[in-house]
């Protein structure tokens, strides 16, 4: 087996194991083609920003990914935060353009937790005066 490069990128409830080794291009997530896994307009090309960023074409490289938990967003986000950690992982000197388009940052925004006689997390119950 060729040498390959790991990390892992979570969002939300998603969490991502991103695998990138040299080869022909391929890109898949959960035993499926990239574009079958994530099939809304832009996300494969959002996933893939982290190889624009360094100035590498995808071609070169495969990338192989297992994520679970979260929806649709949620796992994207995971997925090209991983990508962009494994390739630090790859090449270290990559680390400033990583940076400086943001896909190094985890986003720590999380769902707020529901709290006893509100309806969600801060949502109350409709005010009656009688």
Same mark, same amino acid.
């Given at each position: 087996?060729? %040498?390959?490069?790991?990390?892992?990128?979570?969002?939300?409830?998603?969490?991502?194991?991103?695998?990138?080794?040299?080869?022909?291009?391929?890109?898949?997530?959960?035993?499926?083609?990239?574009?079958?896994?994530?099939?809304?307009?832009?996300?494969?090309?959002?996933?893939?920003?982290?190889?624009?960023?360094?100035?590498?074409?995808?071609?070169?490289?495969?990338?192989?990914?297992?994520? %679970?938990?979260?929806?649709?967003?949620?796992?994207?986000?995971?997925?090209?935060?991983?990508?962009?950690?494994?390739? %630090?992982?790859?090449?270290?000197?990559?680390?400033?353009?990583?940076?400086?388009?943001?896909?190094?940052?985890?986003?720590?925004?999380?769902?707020?937790?529901?709290?006893?006689?509100?309806?969600?997390?801060?949502?109350?119950?409709?005010?009656?005066?009688?």
């Amino acid at each position: 087996m060729a %040498q390959y490069y790991e990390a892992v990128g979570r969002r939300k409830e998603s969490t991502a194991r991103v695998r990138v080794m040299g080869g022909s291009g391929t890109f898949t997530v959960n035993e499926k083609t990239g574009s079958a896994y994530f099939p809304r307009i832009g996300d494969v090309q959002d996933i893939l920003r982290p190889f624009a960023a360094v100035g590498e074409d995808a071609g070169k490289y495969d990338v192989t990914v297992k994520v %679970q938990g979260g929806g649709v967003s949620g796992q994207t986000k995971a997925v090209r935060l991983g990508l962009a950690r494994a390739l %630090q992982a790859l090449n270290a000197d990559w680390t400033p353009a990583l940076r400086k388009h943001g896909l190094l940052t985890r986003d720590a925004r999380e769902k707020e937790r529901k709290k006893p006689g509100l309806k969600k997390a801060r949502k109350a119950p409709t005010y009656t005066k009688r």
